[in-house]
């Protein structure tokens, strides 16, 4: 009996301290929070706000919450979005996955333990179509550049 409690604590302690077991955790929970108490939002610009709280495992040598953590959060926040949004639940049905292409983040202040913060989305241009069309002039002219321009996905 003493044997098996050992084997699980190691396998515990090796699933979060190889693994980064919160977070593995974190976005289960945030997808089910999102499916099951929250209300389904039909705009998918619609502005939404994800609350949390710094763990122990978000600190660094400082005591603060680490930079990393602060996209991380924005990850488990972004899928929680897509969940309330049932984008979640259409790209599992086709089989796809969702890919996170660029991002950008604003430190505004430093996070200590337990503090509560909320994850709020950037706010969109006036001109949302504008910003589209000045986003995928940039990217090809990005290819071009690069030599890439001709070049498809296919090849």
């Not at 790209?91 to 202040?109: Q, T």
């Amino acid at each position: 009996m003493l044997g098996l409690l050992v084997a699980s604590l190691a396998l515990a302690l090796g699933f979060f301290a190889l693994l980064d077991g919160w977070y593995l955790l974190r976005v289960p929970c945030a997808v089910l929070r999102a499916r099951l108490l929250q209300p389904r939002v039909r705009d998918l610009l619609a502005e939404q706000r994800y609350p949390s709280r710094v763990l122990p495992s978000d600190l660094d040598l400082l005591l603060h919450m680490n930079n990393a953590r602060y996209l991380r959060e924005a990850d488990v926040a972004r899928a929680a979005h897509l969940a309330r949004c049932g984008v979640l639940g259409a790209l599992g049905e086709l089989g796809a996955h969702s890919v996170l292409a660029a991002s950008c983040a604003r430190y505004r202040r430093s996070l200590r333990l337990l503090e509560p913060f909320e994850v709020e989305p950037p706010e969109l241009p006036e001109d949302l179509h504008h910003w589209i069309t000045y986003n995928e002039a940039s990217s090809q002219l990005l290819r071009a550049e690069s030599g890439l321009g001709d070049v498809t996905k296919d090849q």
